[in-house]
C-alpha cells in the first residue's frame, strides 16, 4: 500500500510536470471534439493522431493518445443528448434517456450528470487499475476461444432479459443485427459473402453508419412525420444543472455503472460499448419505475455513460500489466507504445517505473481536466437547442452525411446510413428497440470467429464449451434466463386455457 501511493506520487511528479500537463489537456480537448462529430469516434481520432506524436517522448505521447481516448468517450454523450446522434457506438444508450432529458428541458441536467459521471466512473476506476490489475489481467488471459463465445452469448441473452420489453422483440432485433454483422468477407476462408457484388462491403457493415442511421437520421424522419413541429427549447440558467432529486436518482447508477464498466473493460473485446448497453438493461430492471426509461430516466444517462468511462480504465488492465491489448483502441495504443521503444508487460512496472506512474497519474489529471473543460461549456452546449428545426434538422442531416463518410471516404456507408435511418423508422412505428441491432453488428464477427475457433480446437465437438467450467458456467446461467424469460408466456397460456374451460362450462368467458 505504502509503496503504491509513494509511486503514484513518483507519478503525479512526471504529470504534473507542465510538459507532460499541456499534452494531457491537448488530448482530452482533440479527445472531446472527436467524440462529439458523428462517426469518428476514440479509434478513427487515435489512428489519425499517432503520427503526431512521433515527435515526442514516450511518456508524453501516451499520455495524449489516453486524453484523446477518455476525451472522445465523454464527447460522443454531447450529440447523443442533444440531437440523439451517438459521437460513437459507446453513447448508443445515452441517445435514448438523454435525448428524452433533452425534450423536456432538462438538457444541461442530462449533460452535466454525464460529465460528473464520467469523472467519478473515471477516476475511482483507474484507483482499482493501481491495486487490482495484475490479478485481473491473469484472469482475463484465462478467457479462450470457447469462455470468450460463451461470454457474448450470456451478455446478449442478458441484455434481452433485462431490457423491461418483449425479450422475443429484442432477441429478434439482436438476430437482425447479428445477421448484418456477417456482411464482408469470411475472417477465417476469406470468402466474399452477402456482399451482392459491392466491393466497399468487404470490410462489413460499418457501426457508425447503422448508428447514425438507427438513431440520428430516424429521429428526423420521426420528427418530420409529426404534424406540428416540436416547441424550440429555451432553458433559463437556473435549469441547466441538475436539481436535488436529480442527483440523488443518479448516485446509485453512477456507482454500479462503474464497477460493471471496470470489471467488463478487462475482458477482450469491445468493451466500452458492451457495458453501456449492460449497465442501461441493469439499471431498467432494478428501478422502481422502469416506465420512464426511454421518457427521460436520469438512471438511464448516468449508468451507461459512467460505465464506458470505467472501460476504458478497465482495457488498460491487461495491456499495460501484461502486453495483451483487449480490442482495437488499446491495440492501437501499444502499437504507439512500441513505436516509441517501450515494451508494455510485466517488466513495464519495473523497467520504466517513471513512464508506468505517469500515464496512471495523468489519468487522474485527465480526468479533472475533462470535468473543468466541459462543466462550463454546457450552457454554450445547449444554446444549440435553440435553434428553429427547419434550420437545426437540416444541418444535422449534412452533419450525420458529413461524419458518415468521413470514416472511409465511402459513398456507400452514406447509403447504409439513409437505410438504416428508413429501417429505424419503420421499428419505432412497430414499437421495436432499435438498440440491440447496434451490439448485434458490434458481435457478430466476435461471436462468429470465437465459435468456429471453439470448434476448431475441438475437431467440431460441441462439447468444448461444457466441459471448460467458465464457458459452461457462463451458458448454464444463460439457459436460466432464458427459462425465466418464458416464464410469463407459460403464465399466460395456462391462465387462457383455465378462462377456456370455464367458458365451455359456462362459467365464464374466454
Keep these: 500500500m505504502l509503496e503504491t501511493l509513494s509511486n503514484l506520487g513518483l507519478g503525479f511528479a512526471v504529470a504534473l510536470s507542465p510538459a507532460v500537463l499541456l499534452y494531457a489537456f491537448a488530448g482530452c480537448v482533440v479527445g472531446t471534439l472527436v467524440g462529439v462529430l458523428p462517426g469518428v469516434g476514440p479509434l478513427a481520432g487515435i489512428s489519425l493522431l499517432l503520427p503526431a506524436t512521433f515527435g515526442l517522448d514516450a511518456t508524453r505521447a501516451i499520455v495524449m493518445l489516453a486524453g484523446i481516448y477518455y476525451g472522445a468517450m465523454y464527447g460522443g454523450s454531447t450529440t447523443s443528448i442533444l440531437m440523439r446522434i451517438p459521437g460513437e457506438a459507446a453513447s448508443v444508450m445515452t441517445c435514448i434517456d ?7 428541458g432538462r438538457a444541461g441536467a442530462a449533460l452535466a450528470i454525464a460529465a460528473v459521471g464520467s ?10 487499475l493501481m491495486f487490482l490489475a495484475p490479478p485481473l489481467a491473469e484472469f482475463a488471459l484465462r478467457f479462450g476461444p470457447p469462455e470468450y463465445f460463451a461470454l457474448l452469448l450470456f451478455g446478449l441473452l442478458v441484455l434481452a432479459y433485462m431490457s423491461g420489453g418483449s425479450m422475443l422483440k429484442a432477441l429478434a432485433m439482436a438476430a437482425l443485427g447479428l445477421l448484418f454483422g456477417m456482411i464482408g468477407i469470411d475472417q477465417m476462408s476469406g470468402y466474399f459473402r452477402f456482399a451482392y ?3 466497399e462491403l468487404g470490410d462489413g457493415v460499418g457501426i457508425v453508419p447503422v448508428a447514425v442511421g438507427l438513431f440520428g437520421l430516424a429521429e428526423i424522419l420521426a420528427t418530420a412525420g409529426q404534424p406540428t413541429p416540436p416547441a ?4 433559463r440558467l437556473r435549469e441547466l444543472l441538475p436539481s436535488r432529486r436529480e442527483w440523488r436518482a443518479s448516485a446509485a447508477p453512477i456507482g454500479r455503472g462503474t464497477v460493471l464498466g471496470f470489471l467488463i473493460g478487462v475482458i477482450p473485446g469491445s468493451a466500452h460499448i458492451i457495458s453501456s448497453f449492460v449497465s442501461y438493461a441493469v439499471e431498467r430492471r432494478l428501478s422502481r419505475r422502469p416506465e420512464e426509461f426511454g421518457k427521460g430516466a436520469v438512471a438511464g444517462v448516468a449508468g451507461p455513460e459512467s460505465a464506458n468511462n470505467a ?3 478497465g482495457a488498460f488492465v491487461p495491456m499495460l500489466a501484461l502486453g495483451v491489448p483487449s480490442g482495437p483502441i488499446p491495440a492501437v495504443m501499444l502499437a504507439a507504445m512500441m513505436v516509441h521503444g517501450v515494451s508494455p508487460g510485466p517488466l513495464l512496472i519495473k523497467q520504466q517505473p517513471e513512464l508506468f506512474w505517469g500515464f496512471i497519474a495523468s489519468m487522474y489529471v485527465g480526468n479533472a481536466v475533462l470535468l473543468i473543460l466541459n462543466l462550463p461549456l454546457v450552457g454554450l452546449f445547449v444554446n444549440l437547442l435553440r435553434i428553429p428545426y427547419p434550420i437545426l434538422y437540416p444541418a444535422i442531416l449534412v452533419f450525420c452525411i458529413l461524419g458518415v463518410y468521413a470514416v472511409n471516404g465511402s459513398v456507400v456507408d452514406v447509403w447504409i446510413m439513409l437505410l438504416m435511418g428508413a429501417l429505424g423508422y419503420v421499428l419505432r412505428k412497430l414499437d421495436f428497440e432499435t438498440a440491440p441491432i447496434v451490439l448485434g453488428v458490434v458481435l457478430a464477427p466476435m461471436i462468429e470467429m470465437a465459435l468456429r475457433q471453439s470448434l476448431a480446437m475441438s475437431d467440431g465437438r460441441y462439447a468444448i464449451f461444457a466441459t471448460r467450467p467458465i464457458s459452461a458456467t457462463l451458458l448454464a446461467v444463460a439457459a436460466v434466463l432464458l427459462l425465466l424469460s418464458l416464464k410469463p408466456l407459460v403464465t399466460h397460456t395456462l391462465d387462457w386455457r383455465a378462462r377456456l374451460a370455464l367458458a365451455e362450462k359456462g362459467e365464464g368467458h374466454p
Excluded at 438523454?98 to 423536456?104: C, E, I, P
Excluded at 467519478?120 to 482499482?128: C, E, F, L, P, R
Design 98 to 104: 438523454g435525448y428524452a432529458m433533452a425534450r423536456k
Design 197 to 199: 457484388g459491392v466491393v
Design 119 to 128: 469523472y467519478v466512473a473515471g477516476t475511482v476506476s483507474i484507483v482499482a
Design 311 to 313: 472501460a476504458t480504465s
Design 232 to 235: 424550440v427549447i429555451k432553458p
